[in-house]
């Protein structure tokens, strides 16, 4: 190594003395070139001895460092050792603690899993209770003691004691307080809200539900029967004493299945379009036996008033009836029989006009239903033929209808049956008095003819 360094100085030497020669004087003869070689040889070895302890200096530097280094990594390698041994150490005298804490514990360790359970489930019970609405925040205790990895203290049971005595307690009272409740736009506004132990919580006449998750007071977009609602009107307006009032024993869940029910207008809108047809039906017929039973009674109204005042025949059917016996006084008695059975015909049709039609409707109605019940199923079965019968809602879009469609049908049917027979027993009792006025005409003008 120290010959190719020592060539490589030369070379460079000579090489450099060259450039030197060609840029200065270059010698005249062999003897100065002889001469200049050897002075720069000998500068070039004075060079290289210079260098070459200096080096030896370096390596006796680097010899020290190398010692002391691996005397450094001894020392951390007896350092890991000795780590290592006291953390076996260590994890030892731990097992054997936790053994003794175990030990120590007895009946404890089996009583903290029981907490954390009745604290986990407790916990729960608390966030959804309605008495957190009036007492939020009350469940944060609660839930880090179920979350909690130690025994508890002392204090904290009697805590968690008393917060099951303050849920028990509040469970068995109706209170009122200040609160916020929500609104279906979502508008909030501040009122009196009724707390009927755990279970209702009643605000502006209405029953109303904690949410849980949001921490609010929210009204139901949809109340149940008006009976219930009725009955937590009269009851907010009490102060004492026993009074009706219906209770969710689920707590809000049943009033939330509530809010599920289809309404009226839903209902409807399940029995499509042949639904629409019965509705449509039920309302002409309707419309149609108001408009016969209140000409009928402007009709019979003139009928009886006429019957008080036989001389005087008016514009009524039975007027008309008695002008056609004035016309034929004089006639005999079969002729004048004749006579009025031909008025009392003439009068008939108007008066059981359009009757016909009530009883035509009443009994399409049901037979629309059917078709839709036909109609329903057909799609039901449809819905089974392309999706199986994995997904009850699916088929739900056909039972409606068919269903609604049978109750539609039938629903229409029974008044218009009945408004039939009332409009036809009114009728026939205007037709009735005709003919008794008429069989007494006819009476008394034989009597008059035979005397």
């Known amino acids: 190594m120290k010959k190719l360094i020592s060539t490589a100085i030369v070379a460079a030497s000579l090489s450099l003395t060259a450039g030197m020669v060609s840029a200065a004087d270059a010698p005249k003869n062999i003897d100065q070139l002889l001469k200049q070689v050897q002075t720069d040889r000998a500068n070039a070895a004075k060079v290289n001895k210079k260098r070459e302890a200096e080096f030896q200096a370096e390596r006796g530097d680097k010899a020290a460092l190398l010692k002391r280094e691996k005397a450094a990594l001894a020392a951390e390698e007896q350092r890991g050792k000795d780590l290592s041994q ?102 909030v506004h501040n009122t009196k809200i009724t707390r009927v132990g755990a279970y209702n919580l009643l605000a502006d006449g209405q029953y109303v539900v904690y949410n849980a998750d949001l921490g609010l007071v929210q009204q139901l977009s949809q109340q149940p029967g008006s009976e219930q609602v009725a009955s937590v009107k009269d009851f907010e307006g009490q102060t004492s004493g026993v009074h009706k009032l219906f209770v969710d024993p689920a707590r809000g869940v049943l009033l939330n299945v509530f809010t599920q029910k289809a309404t009226i207008e839903e209902r409807i809108e399940a029995g499509g379009t042949i639904g629409y047809i019965i509705i449509g039906l039920l309302v002409l017929g309707a419309l149609i036996s108001i ?12 009928v009886n008033a006429q019957r008080k005042n036989i001389d005087n025949p008016g514009n009524n059917p039975l007027g008309r009836v008695l002008k056609a016996y004035h016309d034929n006084k004089d006639v005999d008695v079969e002729t004048l029989e004749l006579k009025l059975d031909e008025a009392i015909l003439k009068e008939t049709p108007a008066l059981e006009t359009r009757i016909s039609i009530i009883k035509v409707l009443a009994a399409i109605a049901p037979m629309m239903g059917l078709l839709g019940t036909v109609t329903g199923m057909i799609a039901t079965f449809q819905s089974i033929q392309l999706f199986g019968t994995g997904d009850p809602k699916l088929m739900a879009g056909g039972i409606s209808m068919a269903l609604m469609t049978t109750v539609q049908g039938l629903v229409a049917a029974l008044p ?24 007494g005409i006819v009476a008394e003008h034989a009597e008059k003819r035979n005397a």
């Open 86 to 187: 006291a953390f076996a150490d260590n994890e030892r005298k731990i097992a054997q603690l936790e053994e003794d804490r175990k030990i120590a514990q007895g009946d404890l360790g089996e009583m903290f899993g029981v907490v954390k359970g009745e604290a986990g489930d407790f916990a729960g019970k608390l966030v959804s209770s309605n008495v957190s609405a009036q007492f939020p925040g009350r469940d944060a205790f609660i839930a880090e003691l179920g979350a909690r990895k130690e025994l508890p203290k002392i204090e904290e049971l009697e805590k968690f004691w008393e917060e099951q005595l303050f849920e028990m307690a509040e469970s068995g009272k109706v209170v009122t307080f200040e609160g916020a409740v929500t609104g279906i736009d979502g508008n």
């Open 291 to 302: 408009e016969r039973l209140v000409t009928l009674y402007v009709v019979g109204a003139k």
């Open 416 to 439: 218009l049956m009945l408004m039939h027979a009332i409009v036809i027993a009114r009728s026939k009792s205007v037709v009735q008095v005709l003919e008794e006025q008429s069989a």
